[in-house]
């Protein structure tokens, strides 16, 4: 996997992945408490006849947090944001090579508990009192360096499913 970063308060570097997971994993800040959009791309081949043997696929992201769109081979197949993760792709695949483009949009939450502990550079000013993670606590008061990040960007497994298309009648 490869990882392009966006962001207006300043983007870590291009990463290759191994594998996909939370950014909140990496031990570099600015990608653990990174707040912008993450664009992996990915590429993969099918052998040929592969996709004859199913009358649709679909690719499933596994989990991702918040919003992610996904495109293979330059065709646009959604945007998802809720489980399951998944896309009809059957379209857009082909024998041999394919490549999978996935943006990931992260929220600000993480960013604010980053710059509240000093981590990376502040960049961000709220009147925002409460989080997901901070319910009830006057987050005012500097509490945003108390919460831990929220798990973010895209986490997998990432798989392509080929489904049998019954009618019912």
């Known amino acids: 996997w490869t990882v392009d970063f966006a962001s207006p ?13 939370p950014w909140t994993q990496s ?5 653990k408490y990174f707040a912008g959009t993450a664009k ?9 006849g592969w996709r004859t043997h199913a009358q649709r696929v679909d690719l ?3 989990r991702l947090w918040a919003i992610g769109e996904v495109a293979v081979n330059g065709q646009p197949l959604g ?5 399951p993760f998944r896309v009809d792709c059957t379209a857009a695949l082909r024998d041999g090579a394919n490549e999978l483009v996935v943006e990931v949009v992260g929220t600000w939450h993480n960013r604010l508990v980053g710059e509240a502990r000093g981590a990376v550079p ?19 008061s500097g509490a945003w360096k108390s919460l831990d990040p929220i798990d973010a960007g895209l986490f ?9 298309v019954q009618p019912v009648e």
Do not use: M
């Open 79 to 83: 945007i998802v944001w809720t489980p």
């Open 27 to 31: 031990v570099a800040p600015e990608i």
């Open 9 to 21: 308060a300043g983007s870590p570097a291009h990463l290759l992945l191994p594998r996909v997971g």
């Open 122 to 140: 502040r960049w961000t000013k709220t009147n925002v009192t409460q989080s997901q993670r901070g319910v009830g606590q006057d987050l005012q």
């Open 156 to 164: 997998g497994p990432v798989r392509l499913i080929p489904l049998a």
């Open 60 to 62: 499933d992201l596994g």
């Open 40 to 48: 992996y791309r990915r590429t993969f081949a099918l052998p040929e």
